[in-house]
């Protein structure tokens, strides 16, 4: 499997760690949010991709996916096609 694009196995964030980016993220920006339903529907298929990596990155896109799947226009980048 490659490496992560933006980072290495060495780095590592906590999910309070990622609340605090999102947090920020949604303060900075006025997004708009996925339901609950569809952001676990995402993260159940992230979870099951090989390219989700340290469980918290994806290995194509570099991303955070505990906050790109709560965006809603947000899509998977799979080169294989969105899983979501």
Not at 34 to 39: K, S
Not at 59 to 82: H, Q, V, Y
Request: hydrophobic content about 30%.
């Amino acid at each position: 499997m490659a490496e992560c694009k933006g980072c290495t196995e060495s780095v590592h964030m906590t999910p309070e760690e990622i609340a605090k980016v999102f947090g920020e993220t949604i303060r900075v920006k006025n997004v708009k949010l996925a339901t609950e339903a569809e952001y676990e529907r995402r993260m159940s298929e992230c979870r099951k991709c090989d390219a989700f990596q340290f469980g918290t990155t994806c290995r194509w896109c570099g991303c955070l996916m505990d906050i790109k799947a709560k965006l809603e226009k947000a899509n998977c980048p799979s080169p294989g096609g969105s899983r979501w």
